[in-house]
């Protein structure tokens, strides 16, 4: 418990890391529920120290990472998953993507001159509520694999409370199996946690494997879905929680069996290249509309905040 005291906010939980799981089931065996906890605190932090948002975006964003992040290791894919959310409210959009090796970047796009005062209670609300941030638009959740037949979408309209909402009614539409998530994010210092946890039923004819009777698997979800829900915010945001210890905490009783975590990291995925590769495809009056004093043409990453300086003349061969 002393550790506690020392390392307040470099805990287990802070790292960037994606921890499979399954639940058996009291009784039966093979994998009757598939789960993933995604732990994004590290990567989120230094993704928000890069954009100064005020506290309740700063959260939004980390909770949005921690969806992507959790939603994108339920599908299989080579490319990119994107979690984006358009809003008529004080934020306008919301974006979170990550590739299928762990890649992870965001950025929201909010009315700085009507922030809300929201109060502390608000903020600190589990989780992030959609309608008072964003109010009402939809959600769109893409794969891309960069190939023509490789890019699919689904879109929602924002109409719960909270973004696990939104990911839950698209989940519903497109894999029409039981399945629920959780997320919260809370800053410790000037370190966020982000964490979402997601189960999902493995349908009987999905190769589950297992000698459980119907009514056992049935049972087994009941019960998971049960225990998820009864996860606190503090369990969530604790710093010190590995994310191992929280799904054994969680789900002892269907004998949870984890596997080896997937690393995430704050990496984007911006180049000089795309940047002149854009700028090529401008006319030379757009072109010419964006030169700054310095003669050179300044492009900042809105997911990154590098900022590039190219020479117009070169996006001209
Ligand atoms: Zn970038």
């Given at each position: 418990m002393a550790q506690k005291d020392i390392f307040p906010v470099t805990g287990p939980a802070a790292a960037g890391q994606i921890l499979p799981f399954y639940l058996a089931g009291e009784n039966g065996d093979g994998a009757l529920i598939r789960g993933r906890l995604?732990?994004?605190?590290?990567?989120?932090?230094s993704i928000l120290a890069r954009h100064g948002y005020p506290e309740m975006v700063a959260s939004l964003q980390a909770e949005a990472l921690a969806i992507a992040a959790c939603l994108s290791t339920f599908m299989k894919f080579d490319g990119v998953f994107t979690l984006q959310a358009k809003g008529n409210g004080f934020v306008k959009t919301l974006l979170a993507d990550v590739t299928s090796d762990g890649a992870l970047r965001g950025y929201a796009a909010f009315d700085d001159e009507n922030v809300p005062s929201l109060g502390d209670d608000m903020v600190a609300a589990m989780p992030a509520s959609v309608p008072a941030l964003l109010g009402t638009g939809y959600a769109a959740f893409t794969v891309d694999q960069g190939t023509e037949n490789g890019r699919y979408q689904g879109i929602v309209e924002l109409a719960g409370e909270t973004l696990g909402d939104a990911a839950m009614a698209w989940f519903a539409n497109s894999e029409q199996v039981d399945s629920h998530i959780v997320a919260a994010a809370g800053r410790h210092g000037d370190d966020w946690v982000a964490t979402a946890l997601m189960v999902q039923r493995v349908a009987a004819d999905g190769g589950n494997q297992t000698t459980a009777s119907r009514a056992e698997q049935d049972d087994a979800w009941t019960t998971a879905d049960m225990l998820?829900?009864?996860v606190t915010r503090e369990e969530l945001v604790d710093p010190q929680l590995a994310p191992e210890d929280l799904v054994f905490r969680l789900f002892n009783a269907l004998r949870p069996h984890v596997a080896p975590s997937q690393p995430v990291q704050d990496k984007c995925r911006c180049s000089p290249e795309k940047v002149e590769a854009v700028l090529s495809r401008m006319s030379p009056e757009e072109l010419a509309g964006l030169v700054a004093e310095s003669g050179k043409v300044e492009v900042t990453c809105e997911f990154c905040k590098t900022m590039r300086a190219v020479?117009?003349?070169?996006?001209?061969?």
């Open positions: 995604a732990s994004v605190g590290g990567p989120a932090s998820l829900r009864s020479d117009p003349g070169i996006s001209r061969h």
